[in-house]
């Protein structure tokens, strides 16, 4: 791990050489983090394979943020621990390299130059779908400007579709499913959910909050043409502090269901508020499986708030408790209980893109990892799915959640030490939430 602990000076003198600015001081985070196990001898001398995690790691997603620290971390512990990256010259481990964007696509260029002119070759974004846009025409201009250093862009959540559309690029790959994606398997429960007659859309306002209402509008239309759409509103990203008088709304709307994208305390205020002014609704949510929204809502969710993801801790099998079991033995403490298993994916399917390119170089490490496909082995079979091709677009299972007591048939493990958790409505198998692409891939140079 990178974390720039000593101090501004060092920072001011790297700030004025990539930036021009001290600016980036307080955007490379230095906080206190939980110590990885010591490499062994021979990947300790080894220089490290640095993946630049450009997130928001303080402001009002902070803990968005540090949730994906956590989860790559582990992914490049794990790798580590069984040797590390295995290249010609000698194994090499992976190093997760914390900068902090803040939230906003300023910072976050700002913080990837630096990550840039210290030649790491991999940048991982994601909890932003304007940031990640921002990143991704950087990087793009980077990569076409400075061929001997060219970088991969990872996008473990950044879902707004365009990215793998006519925004795709051969320097950018999404391991999440994206919103039309996850929309096709929470859609196809709303379907069948024959107490549902009206339902009302809130989301974020910016490009991923409303994708989400325009293709919920239209999967709801299709689907179910019998149900009345009562709502259809956006909010400010990330600023809005009391969520009452949109759940007051909500409820005089008279609607049985809420159909959201919000993630992070935007989410998690809306459930608390949904509470508190007694929303009997059914509140279908692609991240309302944890960041706080089972306690914040207790019982007044059980049944009620659903979520879409690729994985969950209560899938089932054994593979899937160890791999919970293990994520909480590395980090005890229940306020840093999210696993994400696409996260790990991402990692495992990096490193054998390396191995096989046998080189860090990004052109040679892209090639390698387009179209690739990951067993699961690495994580007991969980996660397995394809690199497509044709957009860079991870293709992958979803599985649909409901939240219930922990206890409860089903629901073996709860979240974040709630005493609730989530157990399966339906699995959706990869070719059933698949999408169609209008990517024109461009060919890699050089």
Not at 147 to 163: C, D, G, H, M, Q
């Amino acid at each position: 791990m990178l974390f720039f602990t000593p101090g501004c000076r060092l920072l001011r003198r790297l700030a004025a050489l990539a930036l021009g600015t001290v600016a980036v001081c307080s955007s490379i985070s230095a906080l206190a983090q939980p110590a990885s196990p010591p490499p062994s001898p021979a990947l300790a001398a080894a220089p490290p394979i640095r993946i630049a995690l450009v997130e928001g790691l303080s402001g009002p997603f902070g803990n968005a943020g540090e949730v994906v620290f956590r989860n790559l971390l582990w992914a490049t512990e794990r790798v580590n621990a069984r040797g590390g990256v295995k290249l010609p010259g000698g194994a090499r481990r992976l190093e997760v390299m914390r900068l902090d964007s803040k939230g906003t696509p300023e910072e976050a260029l700002a913080v990837m130059r630096v990550a840039l002119d210290r030649d790491v070759a991999f940048i991982a974004q994601g909890n932003s779908s304007a940031i990640a846009t921002a990143i991704l025409e950087a990087l793009n201009r980077h990569n076409e400007r400075e061929p001997t250093r060219r970088a991969l862009f990872l996008n473990y959540s950044a879902v707004e579709p365009s990215l793998t559309n006519e925004r795709c690029s051969p320097w950018h790959f999404r391991f999440d499913a994206h919103v039309d994606m996850r929309l096709a398997a929470l859609m196809q429960v709303l379907r069948d959910d024959r107490s549902v007659r009206r339902v009302y859309l809130i989301g974020q306002d910016y490009s991923f909050g409303r994708q989400v209402l325009t293709r919920g509008r239209e999967l709801i239309t299709a689907l179910r043409p019998d149900v009345e759409i009562v709502g259809d509103e956006l909010h400010p990203l990330g600023r809005v502090k009391d969520f009452l008088p949109y759940a007051s709304k909500i409820k005089a709307s008279g609607a049985d269901a809420v159909l959201t994208g919000n993630w992070g305390n935007d989410l998690t205020l809306l459930i608390k508020a949904a509470r508190d002014a007694g929303l009997q609704a059914r509140f279908y949510t692609f991240y309302g499986n944890a960041l706080g929204v089972p306690s914040a809502i207790g019982d007044s969710g059980i049944g009620r708030v659903l979520a879409v993801a690729e994985w969950h801790p209560n899938l089932g099998d054994p593979a899937s408790d160890h791999l919970v079991r293990s994520f909480r033995q590395r980090f005890p403490d229940p306020r840093d209980d999210y696993l994400h298993t696409r996260m790990q994916a991402m990692v495992e399917m990096l490193a054998e893109a390396i191995e096989r390119a046998g080189s860090t170089e990004a052109g040679a490490v892209a090639r390698a990892l387009s179209g690739a496909r990951f067993d699961g082995r690495t994580l007991g079979g969980l996660n397995a799915g394809t690199i497509r091709a044709a957009d860079n677009q991870f293709q992958q299972e979803l599985v649909v959640t409901v939240m219930d007591r922990q206890g409860s048939p089903g629901v073996r493990f709860d979240v974040e030490g709630s005493g609730y958790g989530f157990r399966t409505v339906r699995r959706f198998s990869a070719d059933q939430v698949s999408q169609p692409t209008t990517c024109a891939m461009p060919a890699i140079g050089g």
